[in-house]
């Protein structure tokens, strides 16, 4: 399936999952009108393509996408307390380093075809998010400051000629994919947590 409709069908997902009551446990602590608002504007914005720069030899484009998850987070990481919003972008500088250090090793390719190498990366950078930030707010702003800077990088440095589009399909997939796999990961954590704590109640309480 190509990123930019995958990137579609996990964003009706989250809708759903959202709308459908799993407020609580997905947004944990964000503005029920802030995630609404988000999850409202995200396709409205998809399909535009705003042009930065255009010339004989290159042709610089950024996505809506880009730029309202840009402001989304911004507004987010101004909300949080000083101390968890650095955790959180400390964080995402480093997933983000991790996940640019894997995408652009030989060895990924080796073991990995293109079409699954980015997802796996994805993956794996959401889970290392949620080992290392608590709370959706901070893991949130953590893989997007991640995604952000490999999405620059990318664009700026290691594609430097031709026609460069910013934010664009496959950024779209990584950007949910490592989203829902850092949230799914930390609420399996906490029913398991949960399901732990109740089961040793009963045992203690079954030896009195």
């Not at 944990?28 to 999850?39: K, M, N, T, Y």
């Not at 594609?159 to 950024?171: E, V």
């Amino acid at each position: 399936m190509p990123p930019g409709y995958a990137a579609f069908f996990m964003w009706v997902a989250s809708a759903v999952l959202w709308w459908s009551g799993w407020r609580e446990e997905t947004a944990e602590g964000i503005p029920d009108r802030a995630v609404a608002v988000f999850l409202a504007g995200w396709p409205v914005t998809a399909w535009k393509n705003t042009v930065l720069w255009e010339s004989a030899a290159h042709h610089i484009a950024v996505n809506g996408v880009f730029l309202w998850t840009t402001v989304a987070i911004t507004a987010l990481a101004l909300r949080m307390e000083t101390s968890a919003r650095w955790t959180a972008l400390s964080a995402g500088f480093l997933t983000g380093s991790f996940t640019m250090l894997l995408l652009f090793s030989p060895l990924l390719y080796v073991f990995a075809p293109d079409w699954t190498s980015g997802r796996g990366v994805a993956i794996i950078a959401g889970l290392t998010t949620a080992v290392l930030i608590k709370g959706a707010s901070g893991q949130v702003l953590a893989v997007t400051t991640a995604f952000l800077l490999y999405e620059v990088l990318r664009a700026g440095w290691i594609q430097n000629s031709g026609s460069i589009l910013i934010g664009d399909g496959r950024w779209m997939e990584s950007w949910w994919i490592s989203v829902l796999a850092a949230r799914f990961a930390s609420v399996l954590a906490k029913i398991a947590v949960t399901r732990m704590g109740r089961n040793g109640w009963k045992r203690e309480g079954g030896g009195i």
